[in-house]
């Protein structure tokens, strides 16, 4: 609401971006759409098509893209953010700015676990959990959206604790795992309880973490029937594969693969997810930051990866970073359609990739360029200073940025 009533004070904007070479939906059924122009007001996409049939009477900004991809924004489904742009685990300051500049324009909170002295008695996790949701909603790290408060559930919380989180605006579940919680029928009950109450869920799946967490098998995954199966690739340690292929067929849930897991176990769910015709439940994240660090192109390298290893198109490979978990997460951003947010990144092949386009070069392993990222109609970063330099970069030709 706090934003709403910003952007209701600004000046009207209508954002012209003409010249698209390529434009990537984000949706799987219909990866690449048949247009060189996409129209923007006040944040929100309001026509895309061929330049002629497109309305651009009127614009405030322009930008040429100068023939690169316009795709959605990127999506992180799992960050572990404590404050600010500020993290403890690896004593990083700027790690939302430097994922900004890796395409991510939105992320979700799987549980803000890093927070020094994190409390974990009940009223003190609903404390945290109602702070992190509302600093996070006040204050956008760069202009990412970053949606947190994502308690993890202790035992003794009853139905009374989910209705005053969802009440106060908790809208996350942290990993169901990482609390006291790792038995599958008190997870199973408390799972229930918040999605009656419109909390989404999650589950650490695999081997602990960290010292202090503990293995989560399949058992307790899909007895507790979360709404994603948090890292089902492990975070690190992987399940064996026989019980990930029981995870994929045993519910209908989110498949959440991570940067920060094992990667021949992401393999092996994304083949028995295409193998079930399923390739919507495969949604991407970093689980960063973690022990193994803060990766700021986490998700184009997952993207990359699993185009290139996996044998599957580039152009799919985008929907599973944007509007699948957009789609199973509830957002308006991660897809190009009228009526969504504004939210996209520019992209071109590295100069001096092997691939001819960006879609062979990331289906070759390579990273692509990113040349601009826009979120809510706002240009938030131009030329990455972390990726690849792009071969072609997006220009503001009309209007000034924020
Ligand atoms: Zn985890």
């Known amino acids: ?76 489904s799992h960050v572990h953010p404590v404050a600010g742009d500020w993290t403890p ?6 790690w939302i700015d430097s994922n900004l500049n890796g395409g991510v324009t939105t992320m979700i909170s799987a549980g803000e676990v890093h927070t ?19 600093q996070f909603a006040n204050f956008r790290p760069s202009g990412v959206k970053v949606h947190a408060g994502a308690p993890c559930i202790e035992p ?30 008190t997870a199973r009950q408390m799972v229930a309880w918040a999605r009656k109450h419109g ?3 999650t589950i650490h799946t695999g081997g602990p973490s960290i010292p202090g967490s503990g293995l989560i098998d399949k058992d307790v995954v899909l007895e507790a029937d979360t709404d994603v199966i948090g890292h089902i690739n492990g975070g690190h340690t992987a399940l064996p594969d026989t019980q990930i292929r029981c995870i994929c067929e045993g519910c209908k849930r989110g498949l959440e693969i991570v940067h920060n ?53 580039a152009e799919l490979a985008i929907c599973l970073a944007t509007g699948n978990t957009a789609r199973q997460r509830k957002l308006d951003c991660g897809i190009i359609e009228v009526g969504r ?52 970069v997006p220009a503001l030709v009309k209007g000034k940025t924020s």
Request: net charge negative; aromatic share 2%.
């Open 341 to 392: 947010s504004a939210d996209f990144v520019f992209l071109d092949r590295a100069q001096h990739s092997a691939g001819d386009t960006l879609l062979d070069s990331i289906r070759l392993g390579d990273l692509p360029g990113v040349g601009m990222v826009v979120i809510d109609g706002q240009i938030k970063c131009q030329r990455s200073r972390n990726t690849p330099p792009a071969t072609r």
């Open 261 to 313: 897991g094992n990667e021949r176990a992401a393999l092996y769910t994304l083949r028995i997810a295409r193998e079930m015709n399923e390739l919507h439940r495969v949604i991407l994240g970093t689980d960063a930051p973690a022990g193994s660090g803060v990766q700021p192109l986490g998700i184009l390298r997952m993207v990359s990866m699993l185009s290139a290893l996996g044998d599957l198109p």
């Open 156 to 185: 003794g919380m009853t139905e009374q604790d989910f209705k005053d989180l969802a009440e106060a605006g908790v809208t996350l579940l942290g990993e169901v795992g990482l609390g006291g919680v790792k038995d599958g029928p």
């Open 89 to 94: 685990r690896q004593n990083q300051l700027g």
């Open 1 to 76: 609401m706090a934003h709403e009533a910003q952007a209701a004070t600004q000046e009207p904007q209508k954002l012209v971006i003409r010249n698209i070479g390529l434009l990537l939906t984000g949706m799987l059924e219909h990866p690449i759409a048949d247009a060189d122009t996409v129209v923007a007001v006040n944040g929100r996409i309001t026509a895309l098509g061929r330049a002629k049939d497109v309305d651009q009477e009127g614009a405030t900004h322009v930008i040429d893209a100068n023939g690169t991809a316009l795709a959605p924004g990127l999506i992180d």
């Open 116 to 134: 020094p002295g994190r409390p974990r008695d009940i009223v003190g996790l609903k404390a945290l959990a109602i702070s992190a949701q509302r």
């Open 199 to 201: 909390i989404q869920s």
